[in-house]
C-alpha cells in the first residue's frame, strides 16, 4: 500500500494571524511550522505501516505553498514520512479551497496512492473540506474527521462522530480520509530523524508538471472571489480575573455570579 | 430564474434543526434574488408527508432521491444531477458535518466556487455574497462567486428558522446516478450514542468540561461544582473529551452536538474553539476558567479568570456550597 499525506505550512500558533487587507491572503510573514492537525494524518500512516495488516511500501508527505513548505515536508519526513513532493508554482498561489484542492488532487495523480491522509484542518484556513474536494477530483471515497480506522483487505473500517452521534462506515480503497485530532497521539521525531530528514528524496514539481490547467488555479482564476474584509461586531470585553491568590479569586467569582442571581 | 437548491439533512422521520434554518433563509434569498427555493432530500424512502413539510419554511418544491443515507457522496450525485437538470443559481446547506463535505464535493463536482463557515448572506444586484469568519472570528471576510453556482455553506445556528405557513410543498421525485466512488462507503452503524444517556438541555447551569481536566477522572470536579449549584445544574463537555471517551457524547456542546443557551455556562478547561462557541454562545452569562490567558474563549466570555482549574474550581464548589447554605 502507498500512503499520501497532505500536509502544509501555517503560521506557527504563537504568531498573531493577521489579514493583507488589499489582497485579502493571510499575512504570512513570521515563523511558520507544520500544521499540527497534520502531525495526527502521519501518525496514522505510521500506525498503519506498523500495525502490519497491510504492508506499506511507502509514506509521501505532499504540499502545496511557496518555497519556505519544505520546512513543513522536513518536518514530515522527520515524523516518519519516506520522501516528498511539493508542488511549488507562482500560477497556484492564492486559490481558494475549490482550486487547492483540484490542484493537489493533480499532484497526487501522479503517485496513483492506495490512501490519501491528511489533518481534520488546517491551523489558519480553517476549511475542513479540503479532502471532500481531492476525493472529488480523484473519484474516490471520503471521509472526514476520522478517530479510529482499521485496516482490513481492501479497505478501512472508520468511525466518526457525526450530527447524530457516532458513524461506523466502511470505506474501499483507494480512499481519501481525513482525521480528528483524537485518532492518536503523535509521536516526537528523534534526533536522528530530524537531521536525516534532509537527506530523504523530495521532489519540487510546477503546475505544468502534473498537468494543471492554470486557469482553473490561482487568486484570480478561483470562483469565490473575495471582495472585503471587516471586522466583526464589537462585543464588550469581558472581565478578566488573573488567579494569583485562590480565596481571593474565588470570593470575587461568587460576587459576580451572586449580582446576576446565579448561586 | 434565479433559483436555490437547499439541501436538507434528516434523520429518523425528522429533518436537521440546522437544515430548517437553511431552507428559510434559502426562501428568503430566492425571494430577493427574483427566484425560488427548492430543497432535496437524500434517503432510503423518505416519507411524503416529510418531504411536504419543508413548504412551511419556504420551500416550493422539494426534490426526493433514492441513496443511501449520512454519507455526503451519494448527495453530490444526486444534488450535481438536480443542478444541472435545474435552473439553479445557488446551493445552500445548514451548518453541522455532511453538508460540508457535501458543499465541498459538489463545488468540486461543478467548478463552483465555496464559502464555508457562513454566518449571514445577503443579496446584491442579483449576487449573493457571503460572509464568512476567519482567523479565529477576528475577522470578516465577504465572498461572492465567479463561477456559475454559487455553494453556501452555513455555520451551525447561523440561519433563523421561520415557519411561513405556506403549507406543503409539491414534491418531486429526482432519479440519480450513483457514481463509482460514491458507492464505495458503506454505512455500517449510524447515530451510536456513546456514554450515559444524560439529559443536559433544561438546566438553568451548565459546568463545562474540556481537555484542561486532564483525565476522566477530572469531570468530578465538574460534576462537584455542578452539585453545588443544585438541581437545576448540569454538566456539559467538548468533542475532545468525548472522543477520548471521558465524557458521554450526549452532554457534547457544539457543532455536532447539543446547542444550548443556560443562564450560566461555566467552562473549565476549554480552549473555546469556533465548533464548541457555535453551540453555546448565546448563553446569558459565560463564565471561563483556563490557565492560558491566550485561549479564544476568553475573546466571547463574560467572566474570564487565568489560572489552574484544579486550584480553583474544589475551592469554587466549597464556596457555592457555602453561599447556598
Ligand atoms: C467538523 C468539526 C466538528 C467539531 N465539533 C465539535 C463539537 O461539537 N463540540 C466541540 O466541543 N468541539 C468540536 N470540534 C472540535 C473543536 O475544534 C476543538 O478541537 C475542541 O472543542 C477542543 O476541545 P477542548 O477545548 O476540550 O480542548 P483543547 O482545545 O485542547 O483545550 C484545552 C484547554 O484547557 C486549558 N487547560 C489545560 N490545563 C488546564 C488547567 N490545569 N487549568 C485550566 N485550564 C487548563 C488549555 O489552556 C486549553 O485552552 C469540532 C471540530 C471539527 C473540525
Redesign the pocket.
Known sequence: MKICVLVKEVPDAAVEKRLNNSTGRMDRSGEKNLNPYDTHAIEAAMQIREGGVAPVEEIVAVTMGPESAVRALHKAVSLGADRSVHLSDEAVAGSDVAATGYALAQTLRRESPDLVLLG??SDDG?C?TIGAVVAEHLGMPSL??VIKMDVETGALRCER?AEYGYDTVQVSLPAVISV??AINEPRYPSLKAIMGAKKKPLETVGAADVEIDTSKVGGENSAARWIAAKAPPAKAAGEIIEDEDTAETVEKIVAWLDERKLI | MTNILVYALHYEGAINKNSLGAVSEGAKLAAELGGEAHAILVGEGVPQDLAASLGNYGASKVLVAEGPEGLAQPVVDAMGAAISGGDYKYALFGGG?LG?EIGAGLAARLGAGVAMEVTAVRAEGGELIAERPILGDSAISEISYRSEVGIVIGR?NAFEIKETGAGAAAVEQLSFELSPHASQAKMITRGEQRGADVDIEGADILVA??????KAEGFQLCEELAGAFGNNAAVA???????AGWYPYAA???????TVSPKLYL??????????K??MQSSENIVA????SN???FEFSDLGIV??????LPKLTEAVKAKKG
Open positions: 481534520q484542518q480553517e475542513y472526514t474527521q462522530q480528528g485530532d | 458535518l460540508f451551525l468540561g474540556g481537555r484542561g481536566l486532564g463537555a467538548t468533542r475532545a473529551v468525548v472522543d457534547q456542546i457544539g457543532q455536532t452536538g447539543k467552562a473549565a478547561g476549554i480552549s473555546g474553539a469556533i465548533q464548541h457555535v453551540g476558567i483556563n490557565k492560558d485561549a479564544p474563549i489560572g489552574d482549574l484544579n486550584k480553583i
